[in-house]
C-alpha cells in the first residue's frame, strides 16, 4: 500500500515569487491536513482539507492557501515568498477527520528561499 | 500559546537503558495523544497513541503512560537500541478538529553503544 506522497522533494525559490507544492494521500483517505516544520516553532498547522472543503485552518497568513481535488489530492499554494517561510512542508492523510482516524505523513517537501 | 509543552529538548541513553520523554497539555478538550518518531529528511511516523480512557498503553518498547488529572503523558522506550535514534514528537488533538494535531517542540533522542 502507498504512503503519502509529496512532490517536490526539494525547492529553491526568490522571494516574491509563489510556490505550488503536491500531496498524494493514502488510497482511501480523504483528509489531508498540511504543516510547516521549521528549527524554530516546530512543527505547526496549516490547514486541513475533507472531501473538497477546507475544514480547519491554522494561525498562517493569507498568502498561504490550499485545495483539495475530488481525487482527494491537495495541493498548497504560497504567494508572494518571503525568507522565513524557509521550511519543511508535511501532508498529512487520514480516513477521514475524525478521532478514531490515525494521521500518516509523507516525507515533506523542502522549501528554501533565497 | 504553547499548548503541549515537551522536556528534554535531547536525551542521550546507553543501548539497553530506558528513554523517557514527558509532555504536559494544558487544553482539556484535547481526547487523542499520539507519540511520533521523526528521522533526519523524513516525514513524522507514528509510534503509538493513547486516548483518556486508558492510563496506559504498551506496544512492544513503546509505552505511553497517561495521568489526567496532571495533565500530563510520557513515552517510555524499554532496552533503547542505537536505531532509536531519532527525535520524537508528542502531540495532541481534540474531537471536532482530530486532524489538527498541536505537537510538542520535541525531543532528540541519542542511543550510543
Known amino acids: 500500500k502507498a504512503g503519502v506522497t509529496q512532490t517536490p522533494r526539494y525547492l529553491i525559490k526568490t522571494r516574491g515569487q509563489q510556490v505550488t507544492l503536491s500531496c498524494s494521500p493514502i488510497s482511501g483517505h480523504r483528509s489531508v491536513s498540511w504543516y510547516q516544520q521549521t528549527p524554530g516553532q516546530g512543527l505547526q498547522f496549516l490547514f486541513e482539507y475533507f472531501s473538497e472543503t477546507q475544514r480547519n485552518k491554522g494561525n498562517f497568513p493569507g498568502r498561504f492557501s490550499g485545495r483539495q481535488f475530488s481525487n482527494s489530492r491537495s495541493e498548497m499554494n504560497v504567494s508572494t515568498l518571503e525568507l522565513g517561510d524557509s521550511a519543511l512542508y508535511l501532508c498529512?492523510?487520514?480516513?477521514?477527520?475524525?478521532?478514531?482516524?490515525?494521521?500518516?505523513f509523507g516525507q515533506g517537501t523542502r522549501l528554501t528561499v533565497v | 500559546q504553547q499548548q503541549v509543552k515537551q522536556s528534554p529538548q535531547s536525551l542521550i541513553v546507553q543501548k539497553g537503558g530506558i528513554s523517557i520523554i514527558n509532555c504536559a497539555y494544558e487544553n482539556t478538550a484535547f481526547d487523542y495523544f499520539p507519540w511520533y518518531q521523526q528521522f533526519p529528511g523524513k516525514g513524522p511516523a507514528l509510534l503509538i497513541a493513547?486516548?483518556?480512557?486508558?492510563s496506559e498503553k504498551k506496544e512492544g518498547r513503546f509505552t505511553i503512560s497517561f495521568n489526567k488529572s496532571a495533565k500530563q503523558f510520557s513515552l517510555h522506550i524499554m532496552d533503547s537500541q542505537p536505531g532509536d535514534s531519532a527525535t520524537y514528537f508528542c502531540a495532541a488533538s481534540k474531537t471536532g478538529t482530530a486532524s489538527k494535531l498541536t505537537f510538542g517542540t520535541g525531543t532528540r533522542l541519542q542511543v550510543t553503544l
Open positions: 498529512a492523510s487520514m480516513k477521514e477527520p475524525s478521532s478514531r482516524s490515525e494521521a500518516f
Open positions: 493513547i486516548r483518556p480512557d486508558v
